[in-house]
């Protein structure tokens, strides 16, 4: 049913980006995309000495964890050798809340940002002059990964709080040369109108914002084939790749991903290319990755899954040193087909702190969303419920079903519950209790969607 989108259909410059055709991109350091792996290690080996000495001379606490553990600066002689630092974790800025990991002041500073999370304080980050252009120069490189070029009108659909989606790329794609439209986040009717309007071509949202608006343009009569639109951005939250092919279908543009996280920098660590798709491109010339086990905190063999831990290598507000993302992930340093050599990381589905343990099964919401969107009378949203029921652990799915396969027929629907609860329970190895909501059933929102309620 679902299909990609034909990539030759709206504009020349999306061919360029997917066939490699480097001379065309306005903003492309060939030395740096498509450097030897040599060469992008002793650019990463030269770069974390410099950060290292840097962070321990300017940060307080990192001198004390360094010392503590009996490192100095100087023990770094290799990228291995990052292993003898200490990790650090989000723990490590809501302790030193608001300023005391920044390693200047703050009259060098010329931007806050912050990241709520769910419980506690916030964590701030801020950017120096050259951290903005770091920053910008990252964007500018994944967006036209994607085959934005500087001729796109670019409708920005993030918030443009403290959240660093909505600036982050507003800089990049700025810079890049593109026209901006800060439309922010909501007000979803107006979205389709500025599209239309202003000839957007290019939509930045996370992908179950995006799916919101191409569900209201679908009620509202507007005909997304003949649009302006032909690219959409996603990111901030995980994008299954059943959603992004309905997306691409339905909508008719190309969507990628790219990933990121307010401590290390924001949007701008990792981009897809057209060519590899499900995968994005690490800026390994600003970043170093490591991927270890959870719970040891050991590497894990190359090309296995396990947690992403960056250490920034250019950060100078705010630097921090092997950066525990909780995020799921394996890396690849194979040779991308778009000809771009930095290694690349699967796309985020979960995180280690999002499993759910239910009577003693560990679950993932990403297994439930992968058998959901293999159901085709149902739509993408979705929402978890985990409660307590008579001392045990319930565990129900609510999901939407499609207007196409609603009916009023009990017998017809209560079929389609019993097949989504059989399939989920096969995945799962645990009961679930799935409950069909009419079309429009899942609440929306303009933001990150938030599919989980634990209310144990
Ligand atoms: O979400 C930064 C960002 C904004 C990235 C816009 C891309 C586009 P935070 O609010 O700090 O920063 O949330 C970071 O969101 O650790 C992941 O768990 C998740 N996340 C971000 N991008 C992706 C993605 C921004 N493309 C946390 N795929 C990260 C999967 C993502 N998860």
């Known amino acids: 049913m679902l299909h990609t989108y034909d990539i030759s259909r709206k504009g020349e410059a999306l061919r360029a980006a997917k066939d490699g055709a480097f001379d065309q991109l306005p903003i492309f350091d060939e030395q740096i995309e498509c450097a ?57 800025l809501r302790d030193t809340y608001p300023y005391g990991l920044f390693a200047v002041d703050l009259d060098q500073v010329r931007e806050l ?13 801020g950017y120096t002059d050259s951290d903005m252009d770091v920053w910008s120069d990252c964007i500018a490189r994944l967006v036209q990964m994607a085959g934005v070029m500087p001729s796109d009108n670019a409708q920005m659909a993030f918030g443009y709080g403290m959240f660093t989606g909505g600036f982050g790329l507003h800089y990049g794609l700025q810079k890049l040369g593109c026209t901006m439209i800060p439309a922010g986040s909501g007000n979803t009717e107006r979205h389709i109108q500025m599209i239309e309007d202003y000839g957007t071509t290019v939509l930045i949202a996370t992908p179950s914002y995006a799916m919101h608006i191409c569900e209201v343009g679908e009620e509202m009569g507007y005909d997304w084939e003949s649009s302006p ?3 959409g951005l996603f990111g901030g ?60 905190g050991e590497p894990v063999a190359e090309g296995e899954m396990g947690e992403l831990v960056l250490t920034p290598l250019d950060k100078q507000a705010i630097p921090v040193l092997r950066y525990r993302t909780h995020d799921l992930t394996r890396v690849t340093k194979e040779p991308c087909e778009c000809g771009r050599t930095h290694a690349r990381m699967d796309k985020v589905r979960s995180r280690c702190d999002d499993m759910l343990i239910i009577r003693g099964t560990n679950v993932f919401p990403s297994q439930i969303e992968d058998v959901l969107t ?9 929402h978890i419920i985990v409660e307590t029921v008579n001392g045990m652990d319930s565990l129900t799915v609510q999901t939407e079903i499609r207007p196409e396969a609603f009916s009023d027929s009990f017998q017809e629907m209560d079929a389609i519950r019993k097949k989504i609860e ?26 990150k969607a938030k599919h989980v309620d634990d209310r144990r």
Request: glycine residues 8%; charged residues 25%.
């Open 229 to 231: 639109l032909r690219i």
């Open 422 to 447: 059989e399939k989920l329970k096969g995945v799962l190895l645990v009961g679930v209790k799935v409950q069909l909501m009419e079309p429009g059933g899942i609440q929306r929102t303009a933001g």
């Open 237 to 296: 939250e995980p994008c299954p790749p059943g959603l992004k092919a309905e997306i691409e279908s339905r909508m008719h543009i190309v969507c990628t991903d790219n990933y990121g996280l307010t401590e290390v920098m924001g949007p701008g660590v990792s981009g897809e290319c057209l060519a590899s798709r499900d995968q994005q491109h690490i800026a390994e010339d600003h970043f170093l990755w490591e991927v270890v086990d959870p719970d040891t």
């Open 374 to 382: 293999g159901i085709e009378e149902v739509t993408p949203h979705y």
């Open 36 to 92: 030897s792996r040599e060469y992008i290690e002793a650019l990463q080996l030269e770069k974390l000495k410099r950060q290292v000495k840097y962070t321990y001379e300017n940060v307080q606490y990192y001198r004390d964890l360094m010392d503590q553990a009996h490192v100095n600066p100087d023990d770094i002689k290799s990228l291995e050798d990052v292993r003898l630092l200490p990790f650090t974790d989000k723990s490590a």
């Open 113 to 125: 940002h912050a990241s709520s999370g769910t419980t506690g304080k916030p964590i701030v980050v």
